[in-house]
């Protein structure tokens, strides 16, 4: 199997936890909130908040928590339709009674199941598997971004555990040295980091 580890693309091997907090330092990460459109609801998209863009391509599904409070609102100026934790609407909006409509309520056990479209086509092959729907994982909270994890299981602990309860696979476009390969070939040989600014003004041409 796998197992998500820490790792230095710089002498390209795994570390020890402790060889890592060695040299932990504070960053500065874009911060962006992607669209997911929901399958069978017109007009009606799930927010999702990440500080990794590079992950993105290898989204597999995304993550609530199950007695989360979710409101379904309307965006007054756009028509559009969101979903999030109502917890943290000030977060994602300006002015959240003046811009929203509020449409509904209800808890994140009655979004799991629902079916989005994928952001990237690398792996829309997995639809057919399982793979672009709303699961829950414990490891959701509300402190910060939108109540909604995006979950690319190749990068992180929690969504590698949570993906493997849900019968999903973690594809992993990166190669040893921190360059995407062949999988996503618009920015293949690209240091991972350095697609932050590319993958964003893709999702942003689109309306994503």
């Not at 989360?68 to 009674?97: M, N, Q, T």
């Not at 993906?163 to 293949?188: C, K, M």
């Amino acid at each position: 199997g796998h197992k998500v580890v820490p790792y230095s693309v710089g002498i390209s091997t795994p570390l020890s936890n402790f060889e890592a907090n060695l040299n932990y330092k504070m960053v500065q990460d874009p911060a962006i909130t992607a669209t997911f459109p929901v399958i069978g609801l017109e007009n009606t998209a799930i927010l999702a908040w990440t500080t990794t863009p590079w992950t993105l391509p290898s989204n597999l599904a995304l993550a609530v928590g199950n007695e989360i409070d979710y409101v379904k609102v309307r965006e007054k100026a756009s028509g559009k339709i969101y979903i999030l934790a109502k917890a943290l609407l000030a977060g994602s909006f300006k002015d959240p009674k003046q811009e929203l409509e509020t449409l509904e309520e209800l808890k994140g056990k009655a979004l799991v199941g629902l079916r989005y479209e994928p952001l990237f086509g690398y792996f829309s092959d997995r639809a057919s598997s399982g793979a672009f729907r709303v699961i829950h994982s414990d490891h959701v909270t509300v402190e910060s971004g939108t109540g909604v994890v995006h979950m690319a299981p190749a990068f992180g602990e929690d969504d590698m555990r949570a993906a493997h309860e849900h019968g999903l696979d973690a594809p992993n476009p990166i190669d040893r040295q921190g360059r995407f390969g062949p999988l996503v070939p618009e920015f293949e040989g690209v240091f991972a980091k350095d697609a932050d600014r590319g993958l964003i003004d893709d999702l942003t041409a689109r309306g994503r």
